[in-house]
């Protein structure tokens, strides 16, 4: 009986591994209520710009569409890919663009402020 004690015991300590301790853990950390940082250099030339200013930057849109309550507008160069989203703000102005986001044409990811400076000289381009 003392020999098979060890087997019968292994389970219970398994299962005591697999427990978490009891006690005060620490505050957890607070959600970040900021969206993604915007300000990087070279966004600026985006971001808070409307439909026309970025139209008049870029050239034509080369998709224009809705994702929820946002307007997204795409904007598709030899070098890489460029979504704007433009938001409506609470006092009822036109529609600003708050968030971008740049891939390659492969889908991998490029720096945001390289692809507008790509985007910006194709439109400039005669």
């Not at 292994?10 to 978490?20: F, I, K």
């Not at 986001?101 to 390289?114: H, Q, V, Y």
């Amino acid at each position: 009986m003392i020999r098979r004690l060890p087997l019968l015991l292994t389970p219970a300590l398994l299962l005591a591994a697999c427990t978490t301790p009891t006690g005060q853990q620490g505050a957890p950390a607070p959600a970040s209520e900021k969206p993604a940082n915007m300000h990087e250099a070279g966004l600026e030339r985006v971001i808070g710009k409307t439909a026309a200013q970025l139209v008049a930057l870029f050239g034509p849109a080369d998709l224009d569409g809705r994702e929820g309550q946002a307007r997204k507008l795409q904007f598709v160069g030899p070098v890489c890919v460029l979504d704007a989203y433009l938001y409506p703000s609470k006092d009822g102005a036109e529609p600003v663009a708050t968030y971008i986001d740049a891939r390659l044409p492969t889908g991998d990811d490029i720096d945001r402020a390289s692809c507008i400076a790509a985007l910006s000289r194709r439109a400039a381009a005669p």
